[in-house]
């Protein structure tokens, strides 16, 4: 995905699979190679470093957050897929856990959950990539597979690859529609829709749409998303493709924003109330719509700040973040300028002036992000991803450059200002949510022991300070690698790791 993973092999660096994700990995691909998995955890560690840091906390619900709208073509807002909704707010109106008598638990799949969801039953369906990779339909209570659905995988020498833990292509980003059909791009150039099997395991392949006639070498497919009048789009990594497929006649529409390198897209889009769809290259941030025949057409432009760096903390040398669409027609990223900053733009293509504010964030030489901004009402909360290059960049008691901040818009929409800095706190890599009904920042952090333990984390919306932190296990199995933070229906946190899956819930 842009950037040399520092898995190259090297002399003396043979070991490195082993050294990083262990036998444990391994095990569980071979074990339920193509099948459905027993609810088997993921294996840590031996550590001896504290389980629960902090106090359990007090729901503080954020008061005054006007709702985000339900797009028509998604699953229930919090449910349809990595940031949550259509805007990618990253903001739940339901609970987290408090961390009240806290339980965690792990499934071994040996793939990686990038992205979660939720069907209409509370049933967990994500997208796992790696050695075993597959669309999987998981009971949140048990942990057990109830359903699977095989996508193209990793062979073991491709984790030695260069760029394998930056690729977000192959369904990482994938959507669940409003009939609990999962929506995603693969690597075979095919946008598949795969809805539930009735009363039986697995998924049944309902529409398969082929791209392979449109997209060139190396254009691979990174995330569809369908816009509010049910066009489906579509973006590819190299040369900026963004396309459009009419799911009812099968006529596909496509146009390219840069050439190679120049203009990438590697995250997801936002999709907001009116046709209006937001791309960030790494060079600009587009809002786009349907023309009349259905083409991509673009509504307006604006280019970033770029340092032109490539900075460790980001797959490549342009923004990190899936663009995110906050209330009172405003959309939200960061750049690449040095230091990194919060940008806010007005979306209406008649404004006369584009770019509401630019604050910076974190300090000159490290700072970057390659997650989406959390958007709450006029507020922003950004984290610093800076360091992380991979699993590696972990490993040993090592983690990255700490820093969250809140960037609140002005109320009369003519500026923005920092709430707060936390200059302690490090989330190596995690995209992380909030919650509404408990006023939690739920993140994912890792501690400086030598036994690389992880840990689930809850920071104070109003404040930024730390709340609590509870471990989820150590070792390099237990790293998020880039997956997202979900809460699920029954109020526990959901997080793909390099072993699989791990959860959190409120023992009481």
Same mark, same amino acid.
């Given at each position: /995905? ?5 898995? $190259? ?35 840590? $560690? ?41 805007? /990618?707010?990253?903001? =739940?109106?339901? %609970? ?112 398969? =749409? ?10 691979? !497919? ?17 040369? @900026? $493709? ?5 799911? #009812? +006649? ?15 897209? #590697? ?16 060079? #600009? ?22 340092? @032109? ?30 230091? /990194?900053?919060?940008? $806010?733009?007005?979306?209406? %293509?008649? &404004? ?30 950004? #984290? ?12 040993? @008691? ?22 707060? +800095? ?13 919650? !509404? ?17 992880? =840990?689930?984390? &809850? ?50």
């Amino acid at each position: /995905m842009g950037s040399t993973s520092p898995l $190259v092999p090297r002399p003396g660096r043979r070991r490195t699979l082993a050294q990083l994700l262990g036998a444990g990995v391994l095990a569980g691909a071979v074990a339920t190679g193509g099948g459905i998995a027993a609810a088997r955890p993921i294996v840590s $560690v031996p550590d001896l470093s504290s389980g629960f840091l902090g106090a359990p906390a007090v729901a503080q619900p954020v008061q005054g957050v006007p709702p985000i709208p339900q797009h028509p073509g998604l699953a229930p807002n919090g449910d349809g897929n990595l940031h949550g909704d259509g805007w /990618m707010s990253d903001t =739940y109106t339901r %609970p987290g856990p408090l961390g009240h008598a806290a339980q965690v638990n792990s499934l071994v799949l040996g793939s990686e959950c990038a992205s979660i969801a939720f069907d209409r039953a509370g049933r967990i369906v994500t997208t796992c990539i790696g050695l075993n990779s597959g669309l999987y339909l998981i009971d949140p209570a048990t942990m057990e597979v109830l359903g699977k659905y095989a996508l193209p995988g990793l062979a073991p020498t491709d984790l030695l690859k260069p760029g394998v833990f930056s690729n977000f292509g192959g369904g990482a980003y994938f959507f669940l529609d409003n009939e609990d059909r999962a929506v995603i791009g693969s690597n075979s150039g095919h946008v598949l829709v795969l809805a539930e099997n009735p009363g039986a395991v697995g998924f049944t392949l309902e529409h398969d =749409y082929d791209l392979t006639g449109v997209l060139r070498p190396g254009e691979t !497919l990174n995330s569809v998303l369908p816009d509010s009048n049910g066009l489906l789009w579509f973006v590819a990594k190299t040369n @900026g $493709v963004v396309g459009t497929i009419n799911p #009812e +006649t099968g006529a596909v529409q496509v146009i390219r924003l840069g050439d190679g390198a120049d203009g990438e897209i #590697e995250n997801s889009f936002a999709v907001g109330a009116v046709g209006d769809v937001y791309i960030n290259t790494n060079r #600009e941030l587009l809002r786009l719509h349907a023309g009349p025949s259905g083409a991509p057409e673009v509504s307006w432009r604006v280019t970033y700040a770029n340092s @032109g760096q490539h900075k460790p903390g980001q797959v490549d040398d342009g923004s990190g973040t899936t663009p995110t669409v906050l209330p009172g027609g405003y959309v939200a990223i960061t750049d690449n300028a040095d230091p /990194m900053n919060v940008v $806010v733009y007005r979306t209406d %293509p008649a &404004a006369a002036q584009r770019e509401v504010c630019s604050i910076p964030v974190f300090t000159k030489g490290a700072s970057s992000t390659e997650n989406s901004l959390i958007g709450a009402g006029n507020s922003l909360i950004v #984290e610093n991803n800076y360091g992380y290059t991979g699993p590696d960049a972990t490993l040993g @008691g090592r983690t990255t450059t700490a820093g969250f901040a809140r960037i609140d818009i002005d109320p009369d929409g003519g500026g923005c200002h920092t709430v707060w +800095t936390n200059d302690t706190v490090a989330a190596p890599s995690v995209v992380s949510k909030l919650s !509404l009904a408990t006023g939690l920042i739920y993140t994912y952090t890792k501690g400086a022991e030598v036994t690389d333990p992880w =840990y689930w984390t &809850a920071l104070d919306f109003r404040t930024g300070n730390l709340v609590w932190k509870q471990k989820s296990g150590a070792g390099p199995q237990f790293n998020n690698n880039y997956a997202g933070i979900a809460l699920g229906p029954d109020g526990a946190a959901y997080l793909g790791v390099l072993g699989g899956l791990i959860s959190l819930r409120d023992g009481r």
